[in-house]
């Protein structure tokens, strides 16, 4: 199964809540990096840097209470810790739920900043 196709299936397989938070968070992501490749990564859908030894960028996944966003590096989301006001975070993401998705804004300034 390629990455996109994992990834489906990985969708799929949540509650519809879920489902549509994170088939919106996807084409988000998707159109912040419309040139780096599907995956799963550490069991979690995700977007890899294009090449054989591409490296992560965000993943995403879904949990019983919370959806997470993960940029991949331990020094992103303490660098944002004041724009990541109004959500959970850990040094490895950012938690949010169907009813309080993560802003565009901020989304793009999470993955810019991983980028960086």
Do not use: N, W
């Not at 040094?91 to 739920?97: A, D, E, I």
């Amino acid at each position: 199964m390629d990455g996109a196709a994992a990834v489906d299936a990985y969708i799929a397989a949540l509650p519809p809540d879920q489902r549509d938070a994170l088939s919106d968070l996807r084409k988000r992501l998707a159109g912040l990096l419309p040139d780096h490749v599907e995956c799963l990564s550490y069991a979690m859908p995700g977007f890899r840097e294009p090449g054989p030894k591409g490296k992560m960028v965000a993943g995403y996944a879904a949990f019983t209470l919370h959806l997470g966003l993960y940029p991949h590096s331990g020094s992103v989301i303490p660098a944002l810790a004041a724009a990541c006001k109004g959500f959970r975070t850990s040094k490895s993401g950012v938690l949010f739920t169907p009813a309080q998705p993560i802003p565009d804004a901020l989304l793009e300034r999470i993955v810019r900043t991983r980028q960086a």
